[in-house]
């Protein structure tokens, strides 16, 4: 697998979460020159909601060489605390695309995305 642009593995979750029954869109969450920013940082680029259980769904994107914030971090983890969806996609040195599940103990399992879907990670 090549190198996958951030635009392209949002298209790509965005894809997987609408067919699996979300509603989802992208969040622009950009500072604009001379104006003071007014949202709440650390916002996921896809956020939405579950159609059948109401439930927040969110998911932050991550291609190689993109680092998440501490910012980012806490609010996945307070999502899924909160007992929302919170993920994290992004892709890896090996070329593998991985997306990370985070639970309401704040912590998180490791999904790789094959084939169009997710499938838990087998650890070595």
């Known amino acids: 697998m090549a190198y996958i642009s951030a635009s392209d593995l949002t298209k790509m979750m965005m894809d997987y979460l609408k067919d699996n029954g979300n509603e989802v869109w992208r969040n622009n969450n950009l500072a604009v020159r001379g104006r003071a920013f007014i949202g709440r940082k650390g916002v996921p680029d896809i956020i939405g909601y579950?159609?059948?259980?109401?439930?927040f769904v969110?998911?932050?994107?991550?291609?190689?060489?993109d680092r998440l914030s501490s910012d980012q971090m806490v609010f996945l983890e307070q999502l899924a605390m909160a007992g929302g969806t919170a993920m994290l996609c992004q892709q890896i040195r090996d070329e593998s695309i991985i997306v990370k599940i985070y639970n309401q103990d704040g912590e998180s399992q490791d999904w790789e995305f094959i084939k169009g879907e997710l499938r838990l990670k087998e650890t070595r």
């Open 58 to 65: 969110c998911c932050e994107i991550k291609a190689i060489g």
């Open 50 to 55: 579950c159609k059948k259980y109401g439930h």
